[in-house]
């Protein structure tokens, strides 16, 4: 059975470093995309980022470029994003999505979300 | 980018009722579509992939339609479970774009 595992809840302040996982079993994680999705309070959904974990090939959304970090470890199964200075408005759910085996293809499955607080 | 523009944004529709949702999206994306599901506090849950092919497992009064730039989501039959809100998704260039959603409520 495919499952993705996200890491817990985090609580921060602005300017702080954060890293967050997502850990595939069922599957050759190496051979599949790895994408990260943002839910800011209320919203809707926006593709941040993939990797795949098999090359570390990474590409970012324009509006998240910069701003975050993709990356992965193959001998763990897991992936992660990352923020080297937290801001306020990065409050928001973080999912990570099994992407394919292509760039461009279908989230066929979801973890179960990280819900990140960024507050002083 | 590819802008998708998801219409209408919300809707509240009867059990047994068919609903329809609409996408439209910025330039021609053949039919690098897919459609979720999100039901409150949980993961979105894929649907629907190439704007008509339905997920294994996923129920078939969900069906979708549509190629280009026009496509369209419909649920044959509402039912309780299908509260939830929808999402359009296009694959068919980086970055990957979602529409801005509709949810679903019961009359």
């Known amino acids: 059975e495919v499952q993705l595992v996200q890491s817990g809840a985090e609580v921060k302040k602005p300017g702080e470093f954060l890293k967050i996982s997502c850990k595939g079993s069922?599957?050759?994680?190496?051979?599949?995309?790895i994408a990260w999705v943002r839910q800011m309070p209320g919203k809707g959904l926006e593709w941040m980022g993939i990797i795949f974990p098999g090359d570390s090939d990474t590409r970012y959304s324009p509006s998240f470029q910069g701003q975050v970090t993709i990356s992965a470890d193959t001998s763990i199964n897991t992936a992660y994003l990352h923020w080297s200075s937290l801001k306020a408005s990065d409050t928001a759910m973080y999912y990570c999505?099994?992407?394919?085996?292509?760039?461009?293809?279908?989230?066929?499955?979801w973890g179960q979300g990280t819900l990140v607080t960024v507050s002083s | 980018d590819i802008q998708l523009t998801q219409s209408p944004s919300s809707l509240s529709a009867s059990v047994g009722d068919r609903v329809t949702i609409t996408c439209q999206a910025s330039h021609d994306i053949t039919n690098f579509l897919n459609w979720y599901q999100q039901k409150p506090g949980k993961a979105p849950k894929l649907l629907l992939y190439g704007a008509s092919s339905l997920k294994t497992g996923v129920p078939s009064r969900f069906s979708g339609s549509g190629s280009g730039t026009h496509f369209s989501f419909t649920i044959s039959s509402l039912q309780p479970e299908d509260i939830a809100t929808y999402y359009c998704q296009q694959y068919d260039d980086l970055p990957l774009t979602f529409g801005g959603g509709t949810k679903v409520e019961i009359k």
């Open positions: 999505a099994r992407q394919g085996s292509a760039v461009v293809s279908p989230s066929d499955y």
């Open positions: 069922g599957y050759r994680f190496s051979n599949y995309y």
